[in-house]
């Protein structure tokens, strides 16, 4: 019982050393693989091999998958290129097998302690990340060796050995065991690594090792299939090509294993060898067998998962993926994505509210009015994907920009629910009593309303590109906007003075529609403090 525990407890440790190197390399590396992958799109073998390295650095092809089927579902990729880009994902996870198949436990005592002087070090920085993979790196091997011990001592059991043993007289049963066991442990990588060392201590035989190795493959593909159950279709698509290159793959790899340990095995040496480069070739010849037909398992995925009628706003195809998730840097993207679309939505207010001033438009007042509720579905749905991103999963440059996102998002918010009571006081104080303003009156709500607009997208901009001239030009904008404010509000109690009809008539309605403008304005231009805080340019007693 104590070495079944012992063996449980190191095939746990291998699975959670797997996981700290996947987690924390995409928090150090997340924008730049994403950048790599979005880069690969130009053909096929390019995309393969960008799938190969990516993959071999985040050792989970269930990961790369992910990600990938988020860029698919953001349509920043088509589909025949990411299923070339998850082809090479294989390639790149068997060939990490490969190496942790070496014996290089002793290397793990050098990394766990090498990795836990950086984390203890510099915890939430890029070097404390660096120390977690370490540390990651060092629980593997060290779990690998953990394992070998194990199952040396377990194969002393006469009942083991006779229950491991009555798999090798069903092959579907080794597939749908392997199958399985890579689900339950979200790491195929880990499967086939426990599968070669079992295999090497005499656990299993070498033939029910190579059935659990095409299971474990089989399983990585499923596994991501479940994992993006929830998301929409086009998110679902590379998954599902991905399983459809394995089931093929394993369907024609089957039949030879006999032939495999006949003329290949004689050649390789060591148990733990032949099960490894098992796994490599199958992958590299999935690969090379399947990389001409990405565009007719697209075509085939197309018709078996047509794209369904999406979950829309106003008719639009809505960024925020759920299956992005699981790797942050995406799903702020999805985020980012979708905040810009609420400020569409805003600056098409802003620029109606002024033909509904001109032209007393009572029809359009109602249509933008309505368009605040859009606004707020907006900023809730945001609001809320982003708290289903762990934060101790980000970066400390990424816990900013999430911090960047929702300030923009409240403030969108803000700037709607101004606009809406703008809408409503032009109904009740001009529309529907007839009112106008002066000409002077109207000319200085064009001025400022022309100003807003072009701070509004300026204000967008810097939101999405953090430009620090942009940030200083729309600080000084302020400025410039409160001093016209001032200026104007005086004026009008000059015309005030002078009994000018129209003012007097409409005189509560432009002071307070001056006013309005000019909070929108102050929301709009603190969408660059975060930029001009990050570059130190920003004075300490500066107003936010």
């Known amino acids: 019982m104590t070495h079944l525990l012992n063996l449980l407890a190191a095939i746990a440790l291998l699975v959670w050393g797997t996981l700290l190197v996947r ?14 992958l979005a880069q690969s799109v130009s053909n096929r073998f390019k995309a393969a091999l960008s799938g190969i390295g990516v993959t071999a650095l985040l050792q989970s092809s269930t990961a790369t998958a992910l990600i990938i089927s ?10 025949p290129a990411a299923l070339a880009v998850m082809l090479g994902s294989d390639i790149g996870t068997s060939l990490m097998t490969v190496v942790f198949s070496r014996d290089l436990s002793w290397l793990s005592p050098l990394f766990i302690f090498v990795g836990v002087l950086l984390f203890i070090a510099r915890q939430s920085s890029t070097v404390g990340y660096v120390g977690r993979i370490l540390i990651g790196l060092g629980l593997m091997l060290l779990a690998l060796h953990l394992v070998t011990v194990s199952a040396h001592e377990m194969t002393q ?14 092959l579907l049963l080794e597939i749908v065991v392997g199958a399985l066991l890579s689900v339950l442990s979200y790491s195929s990588l880990a499967i086939v690594l426990l599968t070669a060392t ?14 659990l190795v095409l299971g474990a493959n089989l399983g990585s593909g ?32 089957a039949p030879l294993i006999g032939l495999w340990l006949q003329h290949i095995r004689p050649l390789l040496g060591d148990v733990a ?3 490894v480069l098992f796994h490599l070739g199958f992958n590299l010849l999935v690969g090379l067998l399947f ?11 197309a018709y078996w998962l047509p794209p369904a009628p999406e979950s829309t706003i106003n008719g639009r195809q809505r960024h925020l993926d759920p299956s992005a998730l699981a790797t942050p840097s995406v799903a702020l993207s999805c985020a980012v994505r979708e905040a810009m679309h609420q400020s569409d939505v805003v600056e098409t207010m802003l620029r ?10 009572l029809a359009l007042a109602k249509a933008l009015q309505a368009m605040d509720d859009t606004v707020d579905e907006l900023y809730s749905d945001i609001k809320y994907y982003l708290t289903k991103i762990s934060r101790a999963s980000l970066s400390e440059k990424e816990g900013r920009h999430w911090a960047d996102i929702i300030s923009f998002t409240v403030n969108m918010e803000q700037i709607g629910d101004i606009l809406e009571h703008v809408l409503t006081e032009v109904e009740n104080k001009k529309i529907k009593p007839g009112r106008e303003f002066s000409p002077a009156g109207m000319a200085e709500i064009t001025e400022l309303h022309g100003y807003l607009v072009d701070n509004l997208r300026l204000g967008m901009s810097v939101f999405l590109n953090g430009n620090l001239r942009d940030a200083q030009k729309l600080l000084e904008e302020k400025t410039r906007f409160r001093d016209l404010e001032l200026k104007y509000s005086a004026n009008h109690l000059d015309r005030l003075s002078v009994n000018t009809l129209p003012s007097v008539e409409t005189s509560s309605l432009h002071l307070d529609l001056i006013s309005d403008l000019k909070r929108i304005n102050s929301l709009i231009c603190s969408i660059a403090y975060p930029v001009l805080d990050a570059a130190r340019v920003l004075a300490p007693n500066a107003p936010t």
């Open 273 to 275: 060898t032949v099960v």
């Open 23 to 36: 987690t924390d390399i995409l928090r150090v590396l997340g924008a730049s693989l994403r950048k790599v």
């Open 222 to 253: 499923l596994l991501a299939v479940l994992t993006t159950l929830g998301a929409k279709v086009e998110t679902r698509q590379v998954p599902l090509g991905n399983l459809v290159f394995k089931v093929l793959g394993v369907a024609l790899v």
């Open 198 to 211: 079992l295999a090497s201590t005499d656990v299993v035989p070498v033939d029910v090792a190579l059935g």
């Open 157 to 170: 059991n006469q009942a083991i050995r006779a229950l491991l043993a009555s798999l090798s007289s069903d």
């Open 70 to 79: 988020a860029f698919v579902g953001q349509t920043l990729m088509t589909l």
């Open 352 to 361: 109606g509210v002024f033909r509904v001033i001109q032209n007393n438009d």
């Open 291 to 301: 990389i001409g037909l990405t565009e007719a398992v697209a075509r085939w995925v």
